[in-house]
């Protein structure tokens, strides 16, 4: 079975600072990992996802994401915060067999602060 | 196209009454997937179909839900005799078919059971 860990439920950074959520994951198999975003009362949107080709994935509105295997970790980054980067942040994995299901993390909440 | 459209956005329901929530697909994807949020919480797997075959069921879709997806087309989620545990945000996504492909997700609609 799949799970993932979100490490820090809320995060709080200021303003051009660096973000930094973390993300673990554990799976059997090779997995395919993703990062959502959500805005409050909506749906989720992918910000990006490794899919076994680069492990330095870039992704939308500058963020980025490196799989490390040997961590078992998928940690999201933006070099400089933007205030409409607040939101609550997923992480989530699938495998192959899996029908793209999706397992999520529990989320990190970011608060931007100018 | 106008993404994953999902209908009603908000419902307030009093206990042990049925609602039923629908849920309008990508129209080109053929895989479509429910998924249960509650305040706080990473997204739960609830239910996925591929065309009109519903593929697997979640151990939290109790024997009170029935999902459907009739010609394939759009699906509709029925919660009977509802509880208070049943306030949530149910979000329906769609994707195509093929591994690693990304889900398209609804804005969600939120049930509140009182």
């Known amino acids: 079975a799949q799970s993932v860990t979100q490490l820090g439920s809320h995060v709080s950074v200021s303003e051009g600072a660096l973000v930094l959520l973390r993300c673990n994951y554990s799976?059997?198999?090779?997995?395919?990992l993703f990062w959502y975003v959500q805005y409050p009362n909506q749906g989720l949107q992918l910000l990006l996802k490794?899919?076994?080709?680069?492990?330095l994935v870039k992704g939308i509105n500058g963020f980025e994401a490196e799989f490390k295997k040997s961590e078992t970790s998928f940690h999201l980054t933006k070099p400089s915060a933007h205030m409409s980067d607040a939101a609550e942040y997923f992480c989530a994995v699938t495998f192959k067999a899996a029908g793209n299901k999706l397992t999520f993390g529990g989320g990190t909440r970011v608060l931007v602060k100018p | 196209d106008t993404g994953v459209s999902q209908d009603p956005r908000h419902k307030i329901t009093k206990r042990g009454q049925n609602v039923t929530f629908r849920c309008d697909p990508i129209?080109?994807?053929?895989?479509l997937y429910w998924y249960r949020q509650t305040l706080g919480q990473g997204p739960e797997f609830l239910t996925y179909f591929q065309n009109e075959a519903q593929l697997e069921k979640s151990r939290l879709l109790s024997d009170r839900f029935s999902a459907e997806r009739p010609k394939g087309s759009f699906s509709t989620l029925e919660i009977q005799r509802t509880e208070q545990g049943d306030s949530a945000m149910y979000l329906c996504?769609?994707?195509?078919?093929?591994?690693?492909?990304?889900?398209?997700f609804g804005q969600g609609t939120r049930l509140t059971v009182v």
């Open positions: 996504a769609s994707s195509p078919y093929g591994t690693n492909t990304e889900a398209f």
């Open positions: 799976s059997s198999v090779p997995p395919y």
């Open positions: 490794y899919t076994s080709a680069a492990t």
């Open positions: 129209s080109e994807h053929n895989r």
